[in-house]
């Protein structure tokens, strides 16, 4: 194997990243489709499988995974469901560790995962050591393992953006996500929309993948929205996880201020970017963050990286692909609608290593999803290539019972060591 065909692709050195904040108040077939607003029709939901509160969806192709209950149920909700998945995904990542080492990758994967754990557990929540534990127990795999595959986006970094007031058609806000990172491992043949109703927190949805029990990308029903963009900072790790951040805020935070707070006064590893928003004000805002260092970029403000501002606008991105952005706010500023928004996560924008590409409008509890399909035999793989397929976190919410059903699998008790 060469050294070119195991390298992972990393974000590193491309600061402000594809991620935007609009503040306007925004796998299936190989198929090239150059307008982002192509969406696939609704098919009736199909139920594969139940463990717990629990289910496996199939909606239009798509799986959609429902998770409720206590963490460690949650997790084994998720372990035994997909079991499969979660086996195969973190052996992938586990092999990606090994190849970067043998291939004498510096900061390579295989030392950097181990020590990223170590140093991060004592500022992970209990209730996600507890998940981790379920979710193990569920696939039938080592706990250590789980724990390598969750600390994976600490050493691997990535995108997003956010639209509203006098910037979007209404009024409606818009919070868009572009994720660019890692097509080449496969993380594409394990998407999940995953809705999650734990027992003391908020509901919420993150579009992610199996084994995973953080967040990158995701909205609760509070119509709290974050997204994620990575920068440098590897090895900066005496902090929560990045993901597991992401997730606490989505759990916690009831508005935009709280959500903020969390983030301002959790300790935090690595460097990373991120865009808030609040579509009940509406408002949002980008966040600049390191263990040292917490910054905000508020609507309308220009900052050294950010030279182009505008009211209810929040564009954070990079190089051409910062000014493409600006242009196409300028051109539509006032105008921006569903379809707009999402045809700004086309190319250039979206980059060719494009994993998923998310749309939310949180007043509806709306959201739209894009993910990469498997590359063989297609060369137009990546999610901004594929059509977007609609959700409603709402909607989904009914869909888990307050008690397990006759036919799901049970969830034994947790074997105490």
């Not at 070119?4 to 935007?20: A, H």
């Not at 004498?104 to 995962?113: A, C, H, P, Q």
């Not at 997003?160 to 491992?185: N, P, S």
């Not at 949805?205 to 509070?222: D, E, H, L, P, Y």
């Amino acid at each position: 194997m060469s050294r070119k065909m195991i390298k992972c692709r990393r974000l590193v050195g491309n600061p402000l990243l594809i991620t935007v904040i609009f503040i306007l108040g925004i796998s299936g077939l190989c198929s090239f489709l150059p307008a982002a607003q192509v969406i696939q029709p609704t098919a009736p939901v199909k139920v594969l499988d139940r463990c717990g509160r629990g289910a496996l969806l199939e909606i239009s192709s798509q799986r959609v995974l429902l998770l409720a209950g206590t963490p460690y149920e949650m997790g084994y909700q998720q372990g035994y469901l997909l079991k499969s998945d979660v086996k195969k995904l973190v052996n992938t990542i586990l092999f990606t560790a090994m190849a970067a080492q043998i291939a004498g990758e510096k900061d390579s994967l295989i030392g950097g995962l181990p020590q990223a754990f170590k140093r991060t557990r004592n500022f992970i929540d209990e209730r996600y050591h507890q998940e981790m534990r379920g979710l193990a127990a569920g696939a039938g795999i080592t706990l250590p393992d789980v724990q390598m595959a969750n600390i994976f986006p600490e050493l691997f970094h990535c995108s997003g953006f956010a639209l509203f007031k006098q910037a979007t058609k209404g009024g409606r806000l818009y919070h868009g996500r572009i994720l660019d990172y890692m097509t080449e491992i496969g993380l594409q043949d394990h998407a999940l929309v995953v809705v999650v109703k734990p027992d003391g927190f908020h509901p919420f949805v993150t579009v992610g993948f199996a084994s995973f029990i953080g967040s990158v990308t995701g909205m609760n029903n509070q119509q709290v929205t974050v997204g994620e963009m990575g920068g440098r900072g590897e090895g900066l790790w005496d902090g929560m996880p990045m993901s597991f951040l992401v997730r606490k805020v989505l759990e916690e935070a009831d508005d935009l201020k709280e959500a903020l707070d969390l983030f301002e006064n959790t300790p935090r590893t690595c460097h990373y970017y991120y865009v808030v928003s609040d579509s009940k004000i509406p408002d949002a805002r980008g966040l600049l963050c390191t263990p040292d260092k917490f910054e905000l970029i508020a609507p309308g403000e220009s900052h050294p990286l950010l030279p182009h501002p505008f009211n209810d606008v929040v564009l954070m991105s990079a190089g051409d692909r910062y000014e493409h952005l600006a242009e196409l706010t300028k051109e539509h500023y006032g105008h921006i609608d569903l379809n707009k928004a999402l045809d700004m996560m086309n190319r250039p924008v979206a980059m060719k290593s494009c994993l998923h590409r998310v749309l939310f409008a949180p007043a509806e509890g709306k959201f739209w999803v894009a993910n990469a399909v498997s590359p063989i035999g297609c060369e137009k793989y990546a999610a901004c290539f594929q059509p977007y397929y609609p959700y409603d976190l709402n909607e989904l919410l009914k869909m888990i019972p307050d008690e397990a059903p006759a036919d799901a699998a049970p969830i034994p008790n947790e074997k105490k060591n």
